[in-house]
């Protein structure tokens, strides 16, 4: 099997507070994992590509004060949402390549609704 | 920049009918499409992957075909069931050294019992 878990599913948070969201890979090691973000009633977009052992690769428009992103182990990831504000409200998913190649899988966590009041 | 649009954005049948889904990219510089379904809150469940290099894939009542060239796919879903209502995202993986996964904009599928 290929499973990715996500933690915590929901949190609610007051602005200004930071929030940490864990991504990890259960039955397999992922040296790169993703992260997504989708607002209601649109699709998933890309924020950052995070690669075991080194800096995030975050996508144009992303800022990466804001969303930290450490990748410490083959098996987890971890989202970290600075000083949050309710624009930051959203669903997070991530996903964990499981293998090295171009044309390898990407497996789906189940998300976290992030909601800043 | 690759663009990924999915038509339509929404649609209701009733059940048992045959349906399509369409996705279309604009780079056919693609190493796979995959569809995915979304339930409402949910995260994603991968359905079909279709390797550059093929044409279609089958799973059940599901069979996707892919035109790289014309930058076309479609999900042909069999004998709809109220079960099948969900959220259908494609989505284009550009390979090279980033595996990133390029999503459409979705089709909202509601099957009548």
């Known amino acids: 099997g290929a499973v990715v878990s996500q933690h915590p599913s929901w949190v609610i948070c007051k602005s200004g507070t930071s929030v940490k969201i864990e991504c990890r890979s259960l039955?397999?090691?992922?040296?790169?994992m993703f992260w997504y973000r989708q607002f209601p009633k649109q699709s998933l977009m890309l924020m950052a590509t995070?690669?075991?052992?080194?800096?995030?690769?975050?996508e144009q428009g992303v800022e990466k004060d804001k969303f930290l992103i450490n990748h410490a182990s083959l098996t987890l990831s971890t989202l970290t949402v600075t000083s949050a504000h309710p624009e930051d409200s959203s669903f997070y998913i991530c996903?964990?390549?499981?293998?090295?190649?171009?044309?390898?899988?990407?497996?789906f966590g189940p998300g976290t609704r992030l909601t800043v009041l | 920049k690759q663009e990924v649009t999915q038509i339509p954005a929404a649609l209701s049948v009733p059940e048992g009918e045959n349906l399509v889904l369409n996705c279309s990219f604009t780079?056919?510089?693609?190493?796979?499409l995959q569809w995915f379904r979304q339930d409402p809150g949910k995260g994603l469940t991968s359905l079909l992957l279709?390797?550059?290099?093929?044409r279609e894939q089958t799973s059940g009542r599901l069979n996707a075909s892919l035109d790289k060239s014309s930058g076309r796919s479609t999900l042909y879903i069999a004998a709809s069931q109220p079960g099948d209502s969900a959220t259908y995202l494609c989505?284009?993986?550009?390979?090279?050294?980033?595996?990133?996964?390029?999503f459409g904009t979705g089709t909202l599928l509601a099957v009548q019992p």
């Open positions: 039955d397999f090691q992922a040296t790169t």
């Open positions: 995070s690669n075991e052992g080194s800096k995030a690769t975050y």
């Open positions: 989505a284009v993986n550009e390979g090279g050294a980033t595996n990133k996964l390029i």
């Open positions: 996903s964990a390549l499981k293998g090295t190649r171009s044309t390898d899988t990407q497996y």
């Open positions: 279709i390797q550059s290099s093929q």
């Open positions: 780079d056919s510089a693609i190493y796979n």
